[in-house]
């Protein structure tokens, strides 16, 4: 049935709205590959709101969803990271689009920020269910063109929720009808359709599409860029670092860097999206554990468990390292290979001085 070239990855694919999204997908002309991205687990209140079965309770949401696509198109490559969109890799989410049925504004925002460093069209879909509202949102990455956070106001980032490494997260649950989530996956899609045939014409950027199944209207609302937004709007140039994660040190990353911005000043390095930990601590208990740094979300669960009361354990702001700078590191940090801190394949590394920044993407195995 696949008979494209062309990639997409949904973020959310096992919600109200990515439960329905993943089918109409496999079954669209011009998708070759899928990338599905989702934390959670699926479990007995799901099965109202959710196109899932009941064999599904208790499963990876992007397992189950893979699954169904191999079921409908046995051709399509498929991806499958039961992860949430922050833990991977920025190169990993290179794509023709992204599709988000995400439920805070919080990852809304990450995932705005992830698609225009990688210059990626993304489409936001979302659902009122009190109202029986469904609408859709499209963002392409480019000069002129309004990001997510071009609507904001001041109101709008001193009330976002925020999540920070020292305390769990819990996010809101979506208590809208199945059949409301439906029609924004089927927005959404036929959308995303138009987009990857290139008619572009057609195609809502820079606007919102929001349908109304109480009043049966259909609303078209338009947005301009906003010269007083708080994000850059910055497509990055990145290139491959030429080095891979088990043979590159840190000293060597720097290097490459310092090479890269042709520079003498003080190199850093910064897993984009990442933060390093040195210290973890029990919120329970009090005991602590110290370590080499290390990537925060790349740490296990068994790593984040208390050795003393089995409790789970947080990092404290001031136990967290965003960037890595050469006079400041030992002998045995320096000469550590990337991977020993938790840098992954497809992640992305910020090497700079000052303002000037170069970016590179690492390989994986040599």
Known sequence: MSTGGKSVTVIGAGGNIGSHVVAHLARSTGVRRITLIDHDLYDDTNLRSQDIRRRDVGRPKVTVQARRL????????????????????????????????????????????????????WIDAGVNGEELLARINVYVPGAGQPCYECAWSDRDYETLEQAY???????????????????????????????????????????????????????VTSFRPNPGCRFDHQTWRIERLGRRIDDCTVAQALEIGRRAIASDAVMGLKVVDQVFARKLSCLACGASREFTPYLFGRLGRTARTCDRCGGTMRVAGFDVIEWLRAPELPVAIRDA?????????????????????????????T
């Open 337 to 365: 290979s990337l991977r020993s801190l938790g840098v992954r394949p497809g992640d992305v590394l910020a090497l700079g001085a000052g303002e000037r920044t170069a970016h590179f993407e690492i390989g994986g195995t």
């Open 70 to 121: 191999r079921e409908i198109d046995p051709t399509l490559e498929i991806e499958a990271l039961a992860t949430s969109v922050e833990a991977v890799p920025l190169g990993r989410l290179r794509c023709d689009v992204l599709l988000a049925g995400v439920d805070s504004r919080a990852a809304r925002r990450a995932i705005n920020a992830l698609a225009w460093r990688l210059g990626v069209p």
């Open 165 to 219: 490494p020292c305390a769990g997260a819990t996010p809101a649950a979506t208590n809208a009808p199945s059949a409301l989530g439906a029609l924004a996956g089927a927005l959404q899609v036929l959308e995303c359709r138009t987009l990857l045939a290139g008619d572009w014409e057609q195609v809502a950027v820079g606007r919102q599409v929001t349908v109304s199944a109480r009043g049966h209207r259909e609303l």
